[in-house]
């Protein structure tokens, strides 16, 4: 066993009891084992003191949203040069999409991704389960056979299923499993060949667009799906007041609903693209500001659960094209923290409530011990600088694609030490 380790002289932020004040902590043998709120932890000589010097010390995030290219497409991205970027930007749990090549749609492939991470033991990797075969939105997937392999929820990733008979057999069968499914809400005529959200920038630049009424349809379908199933949705990225809309009449209507939103969706508007620039093609689009800052008070407000990094690796040659050809998606694993360490800086929400959305909510969801700073709880902790300024630079980022929307951006806020089950991982 390592050597325990105790913080000392930190700012603990617990999401769980909302404490945020002076404090430390002594990990042993891959878990919290004692916490100090107010004072300092005892310690002795056979512990590691790690002085924090009044930084932020918090849970690691969980981040609900990574695609990498490995199996199928390592060029973009492999599960180890993933897991050194989520090191690196305070991640110690990550989620891998399904739309690898093979698809993950059999237990085989689950097990293929479980295995792949105990290898290289940096984070905690967890994959989803296609929630059709080949995430061709013909045929269902096994999704009972997957939970048994270890997939913590359903999806097709950035495909909506059509098909609404096969999304209703979909969302039953994954809930006689206890499985949640999540799912982007598109309409796929209305976005079909488009590249930037439907307004008059769209219009000005012309551009192919994609009206945000194709978000609301969509969900407006699943919301009604999953009431009538009595099936757990959660609503993949949401991006829109008219899709914020939709959400807040499920929820009256007791729905078992929950949403997330990208880091990328709270942080740039559609101006954002400016003079083309392919960074900050997004699925779905980056919306008018108006939508941004619905969505930041829909965080605010609790109608927004989740935050995530929506990690879309993308290489040089599929990026630097004329913009309506280019591949949508941006690099985040190494950006999330500082992006949501902005709205703490402009005092939009409370930060033991903004950790929360990375944190304690997403490993509630997926029914994981970590997310809290408890006894017991795994040692999976960030040490953080609130206050250090950046300026991302997507060239430096770990990540092997450097398509970073925030590339240029100055944010505050840096990982100093990373811990996952009480080992060093970044840092140090």
Not at 23 to 44: C, F, Q, S
Not at 54 to 65: E, I, S
Not at 377 to 383: K, N, Q
Request: some cysteine; aromatic content about 4%; proline content about 6%.
């Amino acid at each position: 066993m390592s050597r325990p380790i105790a913080f000392t002289n930190v700012r603990l932020v617990d999401p769980e009891t909302a404490y945020d004040g002076p404090g430390g902590i002594i990990v042993r043998d891959g878990l919290i084992v004692e916490v100090a709120r107010g004072a300092a932890a005892d310690t002795g000589p056979d512990i590691q003191v790690i002085d924090g010097k009044g930084r932020l010390l918090c849970p690691g995030l969980v981040d609900m949203r990574v695609k990498t290219g490995e199996p199928g497409s390592e060029t973009k991205e492999t599960l180890k040069s993933a897991s050194r970027a989520a090191a690196a930007g305070g991640v110690t749990s990550i989620v891998v999409q399904p739309d690898t090549l093979p698809a993950i749609d059999e237990p085989a492939m689950v097990d293929f991704i479980l295995r792949r991470a105990r290898d290289i033991e940096l984070v905690h990797v967890y994959p989803a389960g296609a929630a059709t075969r080949d995430l061709g939105g013909a045929e269902m997937a096994e999704i009972g056979l997957m939970k048994d392999a270890g997939a913590v929820y359903i999806t097709d990733g950035d495909r909506p299923i059509v098909d609404s008979k096969l999304f209703r057999r979909i969302l039953t069968y994954a809930s006689g499993f206890g499985m949640m499914v999540a799912h982007r809400p598109v309409d796929p005529w209305l976005a079909k060949g488009g590249a930037v959200h439907a307004s008059e920038f769209a219009g000005r630049y012309g551009l192919p667009s994609i009206p945000a009424i194709a978000e609301r349809i969509m969900l407006e379908r699943d919301l009604a799906i999953a009431e009538v199933t009595k099936s757990r949705l959660l609503v993949d990225q949401i991006s829109s007041m008219e899709g914020l809309e939709s959400l807040a009449r499920g929820r009256s209507r007791g729905i078992d609903v929950v949403a997330s939103v990208s880091i990328n969706h709270l942080s740039f508007n559609e101006l954002d693209v400016g003079d083309y620039r392919t960074f900050a093609k997004l699925d779905p689009p980056l919306r008018a500001e108006d939508d941004r800052q619905a969505l930041i008070e829909a965080l605010a407000s609790g109608l927004i659960d989740i935050v995530v990094s929506a990690h879309a690796p993308e290489p040089a040659e599929s990026k630097r094209l004329p913009f309506d050809e280019a591949a949508p998606g941006s690099v985040g694993l190494e950006t999330l923290l500082p992006g949501l360490l902005a709205l703490h800086h402009d005092e939009r929400m409370p930060l033991t409530d903004l950790i929360a959305t990375v944190t304690l909510k997403p490993a509630n969801l997926l029914g994981l011990k970590c997310g809290r700073i408890a006894r017991g709880a795994p040692a999976d902790l960030i040490l953080v600088d609130l206050n250090a300024p950046r300026l991302i630079d997507a060239d430096k980022l770990l990540s092997k694609s450097k398509n970073s929307a925030f590339d240029g951006r100055r944010l505050q806020g840096e990982v100093v030490m990373t811990l996952v089950d009480g080992r060093v991982v970044f840092g140090g």
